[in-house]
């Protein structure tokens, strides 16, 4: 499967994005997804994660300021992002790991597909 990120970008803190992947050559509904991101000099983290189930996690930091979701057609992850704040800033990727119903995991090692990336800046 092949991943592509979108929607990243400069925003104020307090505001709002939604980051999108879309997914080729696979339907995702074998895959659990996730979004991931990676600031400069930090290892690269979990953010929110949805298995083929639809069952979602979040990392402490983003829990109830972020929302994963996938579409019905299965082809698109999203990533609705609400009061951002100055630490989010980071390059953030999509991610899948082939399974259906595999627990959640914010491990990235056991994500096999990546996309390039997209850059979300949070500005005061």
């Known amino acids: 499967v092949q991943l592509v990120e979108s929607g990243g970008g400069s925003v104020q803190a307090g505001g709002s994005l939604m980051l999108s992947c879309a997914a080729s050559?696979?339907?995702?509904?074998?895959?659990?997804m996730g979004w991931f991101r990676q600031a400069p000099g930090k290892q690269r983290e979990g953010v929110a994660v949805i298995n083929s189930y639809g069952t979602t996690s979040y990392a402490d930091s983003v829990e109830g300021r972020f929302t994963i979701s996938r579409d019905s057609a299965k082809t698109q992850l999203y990533l609705q992002m609400n009061d951002l704040k100055l630490e989010v800033t980071a390059m953030y990727y999509c991610a899948a790991r082939s399974g259906v119903g595999l627990w959640n995991s914010f491990v990235s090692s056991d994500y096999g597909y990546w996309g390039q990336g997209t850059q979300v800046t949070v500005s005061s």
């Open positions: 050559g696979d339907s995702i509904n074998r895959y659990s």
